[in-house]
């Protein structure tokens, strides 16, 4: 499938499309130069990190985006999620949001299960190899990111809907491509086009080969494979932007590199900022502090806690980064809450939001309900419980009258009968 495609790019890039160290001279450009409209709105959001290239040779970024420009067309833009891990965590989310963002302006997006990239394991910005997954592991993990995916694009879809016409969310899975792969055909079409060179310099390879433990040609491998994955998207889907964290960059110039050897057409990365935890670590798998969004690794109250309990110093940036709320409203929030901080209001509202975006509107529920317990709104047999594991203990809150009397909120009266079947 991918050999003939590529072989027919082979002949543009031998007739003399522009050679790797010009490519490289393009450099890297700050999101806040040169954005407009639904780049400058992202922008605003605090949602880009970088732009690459800083200049296409045919066309720029911004005018990609641009609705009065000539030949304006809705963009396709990609994002990939390796799954080495059974669900998606709050890091990813934001690449999601700013994926959201692309979908609401008309655009359409593709969320990438990496279910092969995840078989090699990304070296970007890890000191040390991932622990190898075997097939079944991956296939399943693929399976339930997949589903995670798709239930967060079915409530964006549903609970924040703003009137406007929207691109698609599209799914794929990359094993779709390599698994019919022929290896030889593989390295003979792709791997001509890479420089050792330039694969050497990037950051992650170079951090892991001065490491004791070295790197694996696997882990090497990696990156021509993520380059492959938006060459192909773009063959097949017009896809011209990968989005991703910030430590995807070298692998977004990797591809941005290959195709346009080969096909001599502009591409473009764009990276987000990395959430990190009060360390400074970033959140994530690796660093072992994911906060997941797959609800039997972190409830709805547990995912609604962490927002509650963010800093104040942080709410306003992270209102702006995961939640649809218009920047006005979010000034208006951030009045409210100077004035009385101690009430937590906007993290209260940022709790809500994600919540209900990844949850949907039962999950929102049900973490107020169990925040309900934790600020005391809730009493057994006249003794308040603020511990939702520990709300009615069979065997411990039961009366000598085989009842139990459970008092919610300030008038909310029930007397619950235990029956012994
Ligand atoms: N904390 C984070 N902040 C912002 N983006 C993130 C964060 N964590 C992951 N991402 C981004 O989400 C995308 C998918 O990440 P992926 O699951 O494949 O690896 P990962 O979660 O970064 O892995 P690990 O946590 O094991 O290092 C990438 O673009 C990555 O940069
Ligand atoms: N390398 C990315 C995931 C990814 C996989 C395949 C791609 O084509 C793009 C991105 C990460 O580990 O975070």
């Keep these: ?8 790019f082979s002949r543009c890039w031998w007739s003399g499309t522009p050679g790797l160290s010009g490519v490289l001279a393009l450099g890297l450009r700050k999101a806040h130069s040169g954005a407009q409209g639904l780049l400058a709105a992202q922008k605003a959001r605090g949602l880009f990190k970088d732009f690459f290239p800083e200049r296409g040779t045919k066309l720029e970024l911004p005018q990609l985006f641009d609705r009065s420009a000539a030949g304006y067309s809705p963009q396709t833009i990609y994002c990939g999620f390796d799954p080495t891990g059974d669900s998606l965590h709050v890091g990813h989310l934001l690449a999601l949001l700013s994926l959201f963002h692309f979908q609401r ?3 359409n997006v593709i969320a990438l299960v990496g279910g092969a990239t995840a078989r090699l394991g990304d070296p970007s910005g890890r000191t040390k190899e991932r622990e190898a997954l075997d097939a079944e592991r991956v296939g399943a993990n693929a399976r339930a990111l997949r589903l995670g995916l798709e239930a967060l694009a079915a409530n ?3 609970l924040f809907t703003d009137g406007r016409t929207w691109g698609s969310f599209t799914v794929l899975d990359n094993s779709a491509w390599y698994q019919k792969q022929h290896l030889v055909d593989f390295l003979a079409a792709v791997g001509g086009h890479f420089r050792m060179g330039t694969l050497l310099s990037r950051l992650s390879v170079q951090t892991r080969l001065q490491s004791p433990e070295g790197m694996s040609l696997a882990e090497f491998f ?4 993520q380059a492959y994955d938006f060459y192909y998207l773009f063959q097949r889907y017009g896809c011209r932007v990968q989005l991703g964290g910030s430590d995807q960059l070298g692998n977004i110039m990797s591809g941005y590199e290959f195709i346009h050897k080969l096909t001599g057409e502009d591409v473009f990365g764009i990276t987000v900022p ?26 709805p109250f547990e995912l609604y806690q962490f927002f ?11 209102l702006k980064l995961f939640t649809f709320l218009p920047l006005p409203e979010i000034d208006h929030i951030m009045q409210l809450h100077v ?8 993290q209260k509202r940022l709790a809500a939001e994600v919540t209900k975006l990844v949850h949907g509107r039962e999950g929102l529920d049900s973490a107020k309900r169990y925040r309900m317990i934790t600020e005391g709104g809730v009493s057994i047999n006249h003794r308040q419980v603020t511990n939702p594991e520990c709300v009615l203990v069979v065997g411990q809150h039961i009366l000598k009258n085989g009842l139990s009397l459970l008092k919610i909120g300030k008038r909310n009266f029930y007397i619950i009968k235990w029956l012994q079947l």
Excluded: F
Excluded at 222 to 225: G, N, P, S, T
Excluded at 284 to 294: D, I, P, Q, R, T
Excluded at 312 to 318: G, H, Q, T, W
């Design 105 to 107: 302006a008309g655009h």
């Design 308 to 318: 509650v309990r963010l800093q104040d110093d942080s709410v306003e940036r992270y």
């Design 222 to 225: 990696y990156q021509v494979l």
């Design 1 to 8: 499938m991918a050999a003939p495609m590529l072989r027919c």
């Design 156 to 158: 964006h879809q549903q």
């Design 339 to 346: 004035k009385e901080p101690e009430k937590r209001s906007a």
């Design 274 to 299: 990395l959430i990190t935890n009060t360390t400074g670590a970033k959140l994530g798998k690796s660093a072992g502090n994911a906060v997941w969004l797959n609800r039997d690794k972190t409830s």
